[in-house]
Nanobody
């Protein structure tokens, strides 16, 4: 599967953005999907994950209550709605697809990655 992330940009602190990740192919609904981010000089970290049906989600503590992950299997797309953004949310955001059945927080579990989209939050 090929993944294409979009929706990044520059936003002020407290603002909102919605990221999208479009997947190619007919098997999108068979993948657990995740969003990760990597800030300059830091390791890539898990942000949010969603199961195949969209009924189960999991978030990093740092974004819980502010970010919402969702998916539309009819559109082969996963979303990340980000609200109450903080400067520390500044990073390149990546979507990823995992062929396993559970949401994993380790990047090594994910089989396919999008190219990343930059989110910059100004103070």
């Amino acid at each position: 599967v090929q993944l294409q992330a979009s929706g990044g940009g520059l936003v002020q602190s407290g603002g909102s953005l919605r990221l999208s990740c479009a997947a190619s192919g007919r098997t999108f609904s068979t993948y657990v999907m995740g969003w990760f981010r990597q800030a300059p000089g830091k390791e890539r970290e898990f942000v949010a994950g969603i199961d195949r049906s969209g009924s189960i989600t999991f978030y990093a503590d740092s974004v819980k209550g502010r970010f919402t992950i969702s998916r539309d299997n009819t559109k082969n797309t996963v979303y990340l709605q980000m609200s109450s953004l903080k400067p520390e949310d500044t990073a390149v955001y990546y979507c990823a697809a995992d062929r396993s059945q559970s949401i994993h927080t380790f990047s090594a579990h994910y089989d396919y990655w999008g190219q990343g989209t930059l989110v910059t939050v100004s103070s």
